[in-house]
């Protein structure tokens, strides 16, 4: 699975913050058979955002998209926009799980905006901006993401269980 990480963080893109983010989500794509083969850190500007975002849905044709920042209330928050503007279908399911797991933890995670899809071939999906909140979000949904690529490019089969007899 060929994956992309786009941070967005105007001290990142100003290099004034360190991207910890980015590196918890290489780990933890790896286990499943996911391998980082871009990534780019931009201010929070939406325009660079779907810049990014079409660059690796239609010219590289990327499996997976993680986008990490932007995802909260401050006026500079703009991943969110930036994603719908470039998906085709939304993916609700994705960030519903993780808010509903981030409430576990703190009610602040119902404050996420965080959104996923599909453009074309390619799953997108916006995770929060902390190393943390990364870690946690990743955890819920990693299990499902190998299975919704397959699907999304053809190759998986049946969406549901075998029944037990």
């Not at 994956?3 to 290099?15: E, I, P, W």
């Not at 779907?50 to 998209?65: H, N, P, Q, T």
């Amino acid at each position: 699975m060929k994956v992309a990480v786009l941070t967005a963080s105007d001290k990142g893109a100003r290099g004034e913050r360190e991207d910890r983010s980015a590196e918890v989500i290489k780990e933890m794509v790896s286990q499943i058979g996911g391998e980082v083969v871009a990534y780019d850190v931009v201010p929070d500007e939406k325009e660079l955002l779907k810049k990014k975002l079409l660059e690796y849905a239609d010219a590289r044709g990327l499996d997976l998209v993680l986008t990490t920042g932007g995802t909260g209330l401050s006026p500079r928050d703009v991943t969110p926009e930036a994603t719908l503007e470039v998906i085709e279908r939304q993916i609700p399911g994705i960030p519903e799980a993780m808010r509903l797991k981030g409430l576990d933890k703190t009610p602040h995670a119902m404050l996420s905006r965080a959104v996923a899809g599909s453009r074309g071939r390619t799953l997108i999906v916006n995770l929060p901006g902390s190393p943390q909140a990364v870690r946690e979000n990743l955890e819920v949904v990693l299990p499902a993401i190998p299975h919704a690529v397959e699907i999304l490019q053809g190759r998986g089969g049946e969406c549901a269980r075998p029944e037990n007899k």
